[in-house]
């Protein structure tokens, strides 16, 4: 079966290309193309942002009460659920994400988002009257914010669109999808999917592309809301042209967490999460725990037990359930990656696993040993940049409070975790941490609650009612004159 497409999602339709630009998808394990699609144009870009901007102007969607609303986005979920495993395979193929982990977090957690939005928009106060402050009633409403443009990074397709379209459909929007060139095809199948759920015709529209059909989208003026996740050196410029223009933004960017191991922690517990949380998805997660902060009397022993957990780990074809590190999105990627490797060697971090060179066995395909790096000094650049690969640095602490200030030493602030026996100690690091969300002993992502960054990790929240409120707008309505 041919994975190739010949048209785009549009006012309900599969509509032909404006341009005869194809994108090649190639699959990151044998380097060869697995499908050809087109590539979207500006001259797409204005076919797909006319209809989202009919359909929210003149179209049913944004008349239709929430309840309705909510129907329709469960009978998605219904589908989709049926159809999880082909997406994970989709996202397998595309971008190389290891089989064990599409089937975990790449497919079933969008899954989860769907469910939980709908809970909180059954709750949600789409309309709700307050007594008001001088005497007199006011009704407050949360009216959609208009037409969105979503943009999702290729690392993790699924769970990143899914955190826009759902809630805006919820709100009441109507969406433009512009899915990264690496990972178009996970974005047909659900376009597909929503077709089948009976979305309106124009209420959901995708078209597949680089930056520059992003930023043709971006700067649109038939845009109200720009809901985006990718590097922070996209979300900047992103948001000076939001800003520009008075687009409602937000921007789920990068990261460079750190797990805090104090001197009480478990290390069998510890490195058994680290490996997961530091190098899940090929270390392509913008959550990485990808700088361990070890206590100075037991850094050696850190050291050991995360090198061997590291260097054990099995990497190889994505689409072997034993696979637990695939390859590489991309060349341009593999090479980034390796840079990394060699500058830490050059700044005179230890390798206790890993290195340079492709790992043993392996003769094709964008892959990297997963590599564990000791002796970091956090301003190293190493420990302060986002290297968005199977690497890790392991720094060295004096006490709590050195540990709390190396883990602020970011310009990011999207995530962390700390390891200990003793839960109050956990939470007194938690709460001195400057980031959007934090684990002890864990890092398991709740769509119930916010989801962002803080400093140069982001904008604004997911997940939860707050990453509802994201695609409305608050209007009071004073409903009579208060009492003089
Ligand atoms: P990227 O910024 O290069 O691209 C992301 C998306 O934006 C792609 O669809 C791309 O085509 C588009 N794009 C790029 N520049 C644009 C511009 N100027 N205007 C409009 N669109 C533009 O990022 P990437 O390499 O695809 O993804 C990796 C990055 O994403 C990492 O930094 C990672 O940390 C981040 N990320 C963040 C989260 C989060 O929730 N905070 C989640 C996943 C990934």
Redesign the pocket.
């Known amino acids: 079966m041919t994975l190739d497409r010949d048209s785009f999602y549009l006012d309900g339709g599969w509509a032909a290309p404006a341009s005869a630009q194809m994108l090649e998808v190639i699959s990151p394990h044998t380097e060869e193309v697995i499908a050809r699609v087109p590539e979207g144009t500006p001259a797409d870009i204005d076919a797909a942002v006319a209809a989202a901007r009919q359909a929210f102007d003149q179209g049913p969607w944004p008349r239709m009460s929430p309840a309705e609303r909510i129907d329709v986005v469960a009978a998605f979920s219904g589908l989709y659920a049926a159809r999880m495993g082909e997406m994970a395979d989709l996202i397998s193929a595309e971008m190389g994400s290891p089989t064990s982990f599409a089937n975990l977090a790449q497919v079933p957690a969008p899954w989860m988002q769907i469910e939980s939005f709908l809970a909180i928009a059954r709750e949600f106060p789409w309309e709700a009257e307050r007594p008001g402050a001088l005497g007199a009633p006011v009704l407050v409403r949360h009216e959609p914010v208009g037409v969105v443009a979503a943009?999702?990074?290729?690392?993790?397709p699924q769970?990143?669109i899914m955190?826009k379209v759902v809630p805006a459909l919820l709100a009441g929007c109507t969406v433009v999808v512009?899915?990264?060139?690496?990972t178009p095809l996970d974005a047909y199948l659900m376009a597909e999917l929503l077709d089948e759920a009976g979305v309106p015709a124009g209420v959901v529209n995708f078209v597949a592309?680089?930056?520059e059909?992003?930023?043709h989208?971006?700067a649109h003026p038939g845009i109200d809301k720009?809901a985006?996740?990718?590097?922070?050196?996209?979300?900047r410029?992103?948001g000076a042209?939001c800003g520009e223009q008075l687009k409602r933004c937000s921007l789920?960017?990068?990261?460079k967490s750190a797990a805090i191991v104090l001197d009480d922690a478990d290390l069998a517990v510890t490195a058994e999460g680290v490996k997961f949380l530091g190098v899940m998805n090929s270390g392509?997660?913008?959550?990485a725990q990808t700088r361990i902060l070890a206590p100075r009397s037991r850094y050696e022993e850190v050291v050991e037990a995360i090198g061997s957990a590291i260097g054990s780990m099995v990497v190889g074809d994505p689409m072997d359930p034993a696979s637990e590190i695939g390859p590489m999105?991309a060349r341009r990627?593999q090479e980034r990656v390796q840079g990394y490797i060699e500058i830490g060697q050059a700044e005179g971090a230890r390798v206790v696993t890993g290195g340079t060179g492709m790992p043993a066995g392996l003769d094709r395909g964008w892959y990297v040993k997963p590599t564990v790096f000791a002796d970091v000094d956090n301003r190293m650049r190493i420990a302060q940049e986002?290297i968005?690969g199977p690497v890790l640095s392991i720094i060295g602490y004096d006490g709590v409070e050195d540990a709390v200030r190396i883990a602020n030493d970011s310009e990011y602030g999207?995530a962390g975790t700390v390891w200990t026996q003793d839960k109050e100690a956990g939470l007194a690091v938690a709460r001195q941490i400057r980031t959007g969300t934090y684990g002890i002993n864990t890092y398991t992502m709740d769509f119930a609650a916010p989801?962002?960054?803080f400093k140069a990790?982001?904008l604004g929240r997911?997940f939860g009612p707050e990453g509802l409120a994201q695609y409305t707008e608050a209007k009071s309505i004073y409903l009579e004159s208060p009492p003089m």
Request: proline content about 8%.
């Open positions: 943009i999702p990074p290729w690392n993790v769970f990143t955190s512009k899915p990264a060139p690496e592309g680089g930056r059909t992003g930023e989208l971006v720009v985006f996740t990718g590097s922070t050196a996209a979300g410029k992103i042209v789920e960017l990068g990261g392509q997660a913008c959550v999105v990627q986002e968005f999207l989801f962002g960054g990790s982001g997911e």
